[in-house]
Each structure stands twice: as structure tokens, then as C-alpha cells.
């Protein structure tokens, strides 16, 4: 039997700024229909590692990503034949939400009709769905022209959300998303996450290991040597949690350093 290759499959990925690296020979794999936290204290290199994951830190002068990243089983440049593609296909929501200074209308319409093109009515389905889908539609149905930076940090960050699943992305990189939040709102973010994961998969850059222990079905560690991250220990998160292999995730894992 042919077993399903993974969302993401990375060998020996580097990511160095100005020749220096940040992150070094990481290989890595992120089954689809899960939640995939990478953790490991500051530093370490876990942002830019995500966000070589759909080539984010491309446009970053002085910053190079060497090795192989594949997505569903084809190299990069083939799963996503352009930039453009490959931000839709696979989504980043960051630290802190980045709504456009425009109407939480115009947030939603920007990137649906600039992906499915221009028919209203379509345009206003997927945008209702959307919202619903982050049980957002019911708190702003009723404000769509307001702007969307007059949002609470959670609501907006759900915005967000719903402007990256509105373009029906299959994989979900997710940078601290909570981390700004107050706990009410980071327990929205939380059930939306696992309500997420029966349809793509999520990779989850968190500092807060009880957030990973709630959520996480694989964790990747990052540690540092030699002034760079690299992958100290990976797999199951009942495994990685419960009986860590390495001296140093035991370590981690139990508060001791980090
Ligand atoms: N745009 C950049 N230019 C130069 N160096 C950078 C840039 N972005 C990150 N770095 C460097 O890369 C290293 C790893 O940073 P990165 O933000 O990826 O780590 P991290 O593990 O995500 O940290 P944190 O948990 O604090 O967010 C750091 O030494 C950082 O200074």
C-alpha cells in the first residue's frame, strides 16, 4: 500500500542572513490533517524557518534558503507554480493580525476577487463563509463597512483568518498567533485551530509549551549550537511530552533550561 506523502517534507533546509545562519540542516515532516508545533526558545530560528516554508523570507535582502522543501510530495516551484500561488496554498498568520487599513468588507473582498474574480454575489458568499467559518460573521454582519482596525486584536486576528481561508489554502503556517491575545481570544484562536486541522494542515510556531500540549499532534524542537537552530528532537507530541529521547528536550520540557 502507498502511504499519502506528507503536507510538508523538508531535508537539510539553512536559512542565513547576511551569510550568518539562522537555521541549519533542518529535516523535517508535517503530516497533513494536523496540528505540528515547532517549539524552542527565542532565537533559535523557528520564524524564519516557517517562513521559508512558502518563501516568505525570499524577499528579505541578504537572506538565502538552501535545501529541499517539499509540499504534498512535489519540490516547491512545482506544487506552486508562483509566489502568488503559493501564498494562497499556504497561508501565514502572524504575531500580531495585519488587516489592510480598509473596511472589514474590502479585507474580505480584496483577495476573493482577486483570486475567483468579480462576480458579486459569489464574492459576498464566500465572504459571509468565511467570517461564519471563524464565528466572526455574527459580530460584525451588521458593520461590514466599518474599519477593520477598529477590531478587538482577537477579532482582528480572526479577520485574518477568515481572509486566508476564504482562498482555501491547504496548508496553515501560524507564527505565535496568540501570543498577543488576551486568554478569551486565545481560546477562540485555539478551538478554531483543531477545528481546522480535519482539513489541512497546521504548522504552529508557539513559545508557550501549554499550548502545544494542548493542540499538538507532532512537535519539531528547535535547539541551538554553533549560534544556529537545529532540530534537537521531533515526532509524536505524546512522545516528545512524555518521554523525550534527548537529554535537552527533557530538560526543556520540564522548565529546567530555555
Ligand atoms: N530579517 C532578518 N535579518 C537579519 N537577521 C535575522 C532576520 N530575521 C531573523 N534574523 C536572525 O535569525 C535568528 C533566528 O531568528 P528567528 O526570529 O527566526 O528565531 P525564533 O526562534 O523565531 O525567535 P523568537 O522565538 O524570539 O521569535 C536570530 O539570530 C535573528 O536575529
Redesign the pocket.
Known amino acids: 500500500m502507498r502511504h499519502a506523502p506528507p503536507a510538508i517534507l523538508t531535508h537539510n533546509v539553512s536559512?542565513a542572513?547576511?551569510g550568518?545562519p539562522?537555521?541549519s540542516g533542518i529535516s523535517a515532516s508535517f503530516p497533513d490533517c494536523a496540528i505540528n508545533a515547532i517549539v524552542?526558545?527565542?532565537?533559535?530560528?523557528?520564524?524564519?524557518?516557517?517562513s521559508a516554508l512558502n518563501r516568505l523570507?525570499e524577499s528579505?535582502p541578504?537572506?538565502k534558503v538552501d535545501g529541499n522543501i517539499e509540499l504534498f510530495g512535489a519540490a516547491l516551484g512545482r506544487f506552486a507554480p508562483n509566489r502568488e500561488e503559493l501564498r494562497r496554498t499556504v497561508a501565514m498568520i502572524f504575531q500580531r493580525p495585519v488587516p489592510f487599513p480598509l473596511s472589514i468588507r474590502r479585507n474580505m473582498e480584496i483577495p476573493i476577487t482577486e483570486h475567483y474574480g468579480r462576480n458579486r454575489q459569489e464574492t459576498a458568499g464566500r465572504c459571509e463563509a468565511a467570517l461564519k467559518s471563524v464565528g466572526l460573521w455574527g459580530e460584525v454582519e451588521n458593520r461590514l463597512d466599518m474599519p477593520a482596525t477598529q477590531l478587538s486584536g482577537g477579532q482582528q486576528q480572526r479577520l485574518c483568518l477568515a481572509r486566508a481561508l476564504a482562498l482555501e489554502p491547504r496548508i496553515l503556517l501560524l507564527?505565535?498567533p496568540t501570543s498577543a491575545l488576551d486568554p478569551m481570544a486565545a481560546g477562540l484562536i485555539e478551538e478554531l485551530l483543531r477545528e481546522l486541522k480535519s482539513q489541512m494542515s497546521l504548522v504552529l510556531?508557539t513559545?508557550n509549551l501549554a499550548q502545544a500540549r494542548r493542540l499538538a499532534d507532532t512537535v519539531t524542537f528547535?535547539w541551538m549550537k554553533d549560534g544556529h537552530?537545529y532540530v534537537a528532537e521531533s515526532g509524536p507530541a505524546d512522545t516528545l511530552f512524555n518521554t523525550p529521547r534527548e537529554d535537552v528536550s527533557r530538560a526543556y520540557f520540564a522548565g529546567h533550561i530555555g
Open positions: 536559512v542572513f547576511d550568518k539562522a537555521v524552542g526558545p527565542s532565537g533559535c530560528g523557528k520564524s524564519s524557518f516557517l523570507n528579505v541578504g537572506c507564527d505565535e510556531v513559545h528547535f537552530g
